[in-house]
Nanobody, 125 residues
Framework: QVQVVESGGGLVQAGESLRLSCTASGLNIDHVHMGWFRQASGKEREGVSC????????YYAASVKGRFTISRDNAKNTLYLQMNSLKPEDTAVYYC??????????????????WGQGTQVTVSS
């Protein structure tokens, strides 16, 4: 059984940092692309950052480029998202996704993939 679990969310003030982690169990992520999506209240889910299976190619949404850094440790089956200079507009539930239908170049998904339950990030002004 595949499980995807995010951690690291919380409440911070604008300008502070958080590091999200996502660990996948029951699945070898060595050759699978992964990504972070977020959904703010009343808005659609959007791709924040995605990474190729080898870590050599990354995608960032324009709104987070230069502030967020995605990375992965395949030996630990873990994906990370370092979020610096957080803004109130970054407030959302952040989801990790892993699977055969994650497209790292445009940070989109289709069909069946494995999603985590989400972790809340709240940035106060």
């Amino acid at each position: 059984q595949v499980q995807v679990v995010e951690s690291g969310g919380g409440l911070v003030q604008a300008g502070e940092s958080l590091r999200l982690s996502c660990t996948a169990s029951g699945l070898n992520i060595d050759h699978v692309h992964m990504g972070w999506f977020r959904q703010a209240s009343g808005k659609e889910r959007e791709g924040v950052s995605c990474i190729s299976w080898g870590g050599g190619t990354t995608y960032y949404a324009a709104s987070v480029k230069g502030r967020f850094t995605i990375s992965r440790d395949n030996a630990k089956n873990t994906l990370y998202l370092q979020m610096n200079s957080l803004k109130p507009e970054d407030t959302a539930v952040y989801y990790c996704v892993v699977g055969p239908n994650v497209y790292y170049d445009y940070c989109s998904t289709s069909g069946s993939n494995y999603w985590g339950q989400g972790t809340q990030v709240t940035v106060s002004s």
